[in-house]
């Protein structure tokens, strides 16, 4: 036999969406990740060298490739696929610490969420109010009153200009983080407690002005934070509404315990379609472009914008670079103990049907670069599925209850959860293994968030303080 074959291996490079890069290739036995990142930046004539990784069935190839085939027995008389993924130019550092822990709430602490640039922090309680905290010095900055029931979601604009806050009465507060006072009144119109609130993407409309909430009187409302009122009350729904997306397309998709999705437009709030599959309540909802629609323009880099027109161009360029040439993808979770991939813009039936799970699914989340899927269940676990195909990947488990809320960190190599059993932990993607445990509540956690800019994490729970990790 003629030697040259047998230290060759035809592969196929793709991209995640699986569009073929160039024709297959001969590549030599002793080839790995570093020859493979050449080829690609040479093939995709790359000007600046960018660092990819290389995945194979969903497993990163660490190690030559004759290694790879020898470990897993595969045959080198096919085609090899190789899955090409652009990496973060940037590595956040795992949280490994508690660096505060700061009282301040008198109740269960049950929302957190960093501002897009990762430099303010609001959370929201039980006991009505929403706080809003100085990261540099980790001390309460504002105490935000004006709710007259438990705060149960807030949500920044991706510009970082408003904060919203919705209750368990049903009404809405829009503040001024930079004062921390309301602009003006509360909204009202819902009947029924606030379940989710999203903001319409800054690529589409800058400086952000509407945001959609959901609530339990199964509608869902688009409010102007400028004419401070609802334009447009989007009703159908048989039961509360329980999640709640403002696509990076413009339309806005609601999850409900009539275990529907359904798709609208928003300059009329007509229904576009439904996604139907699910034999239970939706929980949960995550977009493939979750990211880039929190962070707008604001990444790494830390860079301050003098307009929104600025601001609008830049979010334009990271969600296109971000979605690539595939359509935005929806995962949803649900009571059916079940996920399901949808690209509801190609069609009204699901992708791939993602089962697993022996509890209800809480929470599902995108990764920042849109290769996984996360979900954390009343199983105590959380796993990890491939973003695009749907694919099952690792399960992992280390808490002892259930799990309610799970984080990424920017670079999408690093995952958080928050449990019940009061702690959060840190899992390493690459190793599918736990990094880091991080126990220090006092009681249940029922939520978390990594900054955006990667350096710090906030938890708060029942035991009402709100706790900083740093790296």
Not at 277 to 301: C, K, Q
Request: proline share 5%; glycine share 8%.
């Amino acid at each position: 036999m003629d030697m040259e074959t047998v230290n060759n291996v035809m592969c196929q490079l793709t991209d995640r969406e699986g569009t073929a890069l160039e024709a297959p290739l001969y590549l030599p036995q002793d080839a790995g990740p570093q020859q493979l990142q050449q080829i690609v930046n040479e093939l995709l004539r790359n000007e600046e060298k960018l660092p990819y990784s290389f995945y194979i069935s969903d497993e990163e190839l660490l190690v030559p490739l004759e290694t790879y085939l020898q470990k897993n027995k595969v045959s080198v008389e096919k085609v090899l696929s190789i899955v090409y993924q652009p990496q973060a130019v940037f590595r956040i550092r795992p949280v490994n610490r508690c660096s505060a822990t700061i009282a301040g709430h008198k109740e269960p602490v049950l929302s957190v969420a960093f501002s897009p640039d990762g430099r303010h922090l609001a959370s929201g309680s039980g006991d009505i109010s929403v706080r809003l905290w100085d990261l540099n010095t980790q001390t309460p900055l504002f105490t935000c009153r004006g709710h007259k029931n438990w705060v149960l979601c807030v949500a920044w604009s991706p510009d970082g200009k408003h904060l919203v806050s919705g209750s368990k009465a049903g009404e809405l507060q829009c503040w001024d983080p930079q004062t921390g006072k309301p602009s003006g009144s509360p909204l009202v119109g819902h009947k029924q407690w606030i379940t989710a609130i999203s903001w319409e993407p800054v690529h589409l409309n800058a400086p952000c002005r509407r945001f959609v909430s959901a609530s339990e009187d199964q509608d869902a409302r688009i409010w102007d934070v400028s004419l401070r009122k609802c334009v447009i009350c989007l009703t159908g729904h048989k039961d509360g509404i329980t999640c709640v997306k403002w696509g990076g397309d413009g339309v806005i998709y609601t999850g409900s315990k009539d275990c529907t999705i359904k798709v609208w437009e928003t300059s009329q709030g007509k229904l576009i379609r439904e996604l139907k599959g699910h034999g239970n309540r939706v929980n949960s909802m995550t977009l493939s472009t979750d990211y880039v629609l929190r962070t707008g323009a604001f990444d790494h880099t830390g860079k301050i914008y003098s307009s929104p027109e600025e601001m609008k161009k830049v979010a334009l360029e990271r969600y296109n670079k971000m979605k690539g040439n595939g359509p935005e993808r929806l995962v949803s979770g649900s009571d059916d103990f079940t996920l399901f991939l949808w690209e509801p813009a190609v069609s009204e039936h699901h992708k791939t049907h993602m089962t697993g799970h022996q509890k209800l699914v809480n929470h599902v989340y995108f990764s920042p670069d849109g290769q996984w899927v996360a979900s954390a269940s009343f199983d105590g676990s959380v796993k990890l599925w491939n973003g695009v195909t749907g694919k099952f990947v690792a399960a992992f488990r280390g808490h002892v209850g259930r799990v309610y809320q799970i984080s990424w960190s920017a670079d999408s190599r690093l995952l958080l959860s928050g449990s019940e059993d009061s702690t959060l932990k840190v899992w390493d993607i690459r190793t599918r293994k736990l990094k880091q445990d991080l126990p220090g509540h006092a009681d249940e956690v029922y939520a978390i968030d990594w900054s955006p800019d990667g350096e710090k994490v906030a938890s708060g729970g029942k035991d009402g303080v709100l706790k900083l990790w740093m790296g």
